[in-house]
């Protein structure tokens, strides 16, 4: 079964930067549909970026267009989320999740269509 570890979470202050990583194992990730969703307390899960199988296609969320970037590893079997320009509305627990199926990077990220999760990374936007 696949396997998803985040990493690359903590505490950062307004205007910086972070690098979420997400390690597959199991099944090699070239496979999957990948994307970063965001959990914050008190509202619904946020599909925030994804990217196809081969890294041709990607989707950004209004919330982050212009300041996050979703990109992949196929090689390394990992997904990346660079976050520049953090504001404090981006604290939220981040999760990485792979579709199986034939989604498009958009429709991972609407639907919210992840078949394998990870367990979660904190990131934490304050001064």
């Known amino acids: 079964q696949l396997q998803l570890v985040e990493s690359g979470g903590g505490l950062v202050q307004p205007g910086g930067s972070l690098r979420l990583s997400c390690a597959g194992s199991g099944f090699p990730l070239d496979g999957y549909v990948m994307g970063w969703f965001r959990q914050a307390p008190g509202k619904e899960r946020e599909g925030v970026s994804c990217?196809?199988?081969?890294?041709?296609?990607?989707y950004n969320s209004n919330s982050v267009e212009g300041r996050f970037t979703i990109s992949r590893d196929n090689a390394k079997n990992t997904v990346y989320l660079q976050m520049n320009s953090l504001e404090p509305e981006d604290t939220a627990i981040y999760y990485c999740?792979?579709?199986?199926?034939?989604?498009?990077?958009?429709?991972?990220?609407?639907?919210?269509?992840?078949?394998?999760w990870g367990q979660g990374t904190q990131v934490t936007v304050s001064s």
């Open positions: 990217i196809s199988k081969r890294g041709f296609n990607m």
């Open positions: 999740a792979a579709h199986e199926g034939h989604n498009t990077a958009h429709a991972m990220c609407v639907q919210k269509s992840g078949d394998y």
